[in-house]
């Protein structure tokens, strides 16, 4: 009898700590804000339908992320925000003075040469915008595949019929909120079959 009471009282301290404790919020998790394309989800797709029409069920995480690392050549990216260039001299400097140049007179010359460096500074900004976007949907890319691996034996694994599905069924959901956001959904709820019917055959 005194084992069963303090049992029971130790139920009720153990429910009321964590019922009314006052840091509560802080295991709360924070939804982040993805930034992930329909381009790249639609490689994702992609990538997993070629494994699946060769029946091929489980991929290590680990090279499916170096895979994807290679898509988006994140190593010449980062060599590119880095020095301004990539490798094997490709690409142009990034000049750290980017004002405008300005023109001394106006002959053909400097209106050439001002268009050409108007033109490479265009061209660098343009790049490291493509480089910043490549980055930033690789470590998106890579979030997910993390996310939807499992551990076996310690390794992470990836099933790709789960990720198709789990595309798919995130592609069905945005689909149905698209239509819910549309003005005329309330119409077309209302609207009756045999009218629906009747509107189709007169078109």
């Given at each position: 009898m005194p084992l069963l009471i303090c049992g029971l009282?130790?139920?009720?301290?153990y429910f009321w700590a964590n019922n009314f404790r006052s840091n509560l919020k802080q295991i709360i998790i924070v939804r982040k804000q993805s930034y992930v394309t329909n381009e790249s989800i639609k490689m994702?797709?992609?990538f997993c339908s070629n494994y699946n029409h060769e029946k091929i069920?489980?991929?290590?995480?680990?090279?499916?992320?170096?895979?994807f690392r290679e898509r988006f050549f994140v190593k010449e990216n980062i060599q590119y925000l880095l020095f301004g260039q990539f490798k094997k001299g490709k690409g142009m400097p990034?000049?750290?003075?980017?004002?405008?140049?300005?023109l001394r007179n106006m002959k053909t010359e400097n209106l050439k040469d001002y268009k050409n460096k108007e033109q490479e500074l265009e061209e660098v900004q343009n790049?490291?915008?493509?480089?910043r976007y490549k980055i930033q949907q690789f470590r998106e890319l890579k979030s997910i595949l993390l996310n939807l691996s499992y551990?076996?034996?310690?390794?992470?694994?990836?099933?790709?019929?789960?990720?198709?599905d789990v595309l798919d069924e995130l592609r069905r959901e945005r689909k149905t909120k698209m239509v819910l956001a549309d003005a005329d959904i309330e119409e077309y709820i209302d609207l009756d079959l045999v009218?629906?019917?009747?509107?189709?055959?007169?078109?």
């Amino acid at each position: 009898m005194p084992l069963l009471i303090c049992g029971l009282a130790s139920d009720f301290y153990y429910f009321w700590a964590n019922n009314f404790r006052s840091n509560l919020k802080q295991i709360i998790i924070v939804r982040k804000q993805s930034y992930v394309t329909n381009e790249s989800i639609k490689m994702l797709t992609m990538f997993c339908s070629n494994y699946n029409h060769e029946k091929i069920k489980a991929l290590k995480a680990v090279s499916t992320i170096k895979t994807f690392r290679e898509r988006f050549f994140v190593k010449e990216n980062i060599q590119y925000l880095l020095f301004g260039q990539f490798k094997k001299g490709k690409g142009m400097p990034v000049k750290k003075d980017t004002k405008e140049t300005k023109l001394r007179n106006m002959k053909t010359e400097n209106l050439k040469d001002y268009k050409n460096k108007e033109q490479e500074l265009e061209e660098v900004q343009n790049q490291i915008e493509d480089s910043r976007y490549k980055i930033q949907q690789f470590r998106e890319l890579k979030s997910i595949l993390l996310n939807l691996s499992y551990n076996d034996n310690g390794k992470k694994t990836l099933n790709v019929e789960i990720i198709a599905d789990v595309l798919d069924e995130l592609r069905r959901e945005r689909k149905t909120k698209m239509v819910l956001a549309d003005a005329d959904i309330e119409e077309y709820i209302d609207l009756d079959l045999v009218e629906g019917e009747n509107l189709d055959e007169k078109e």
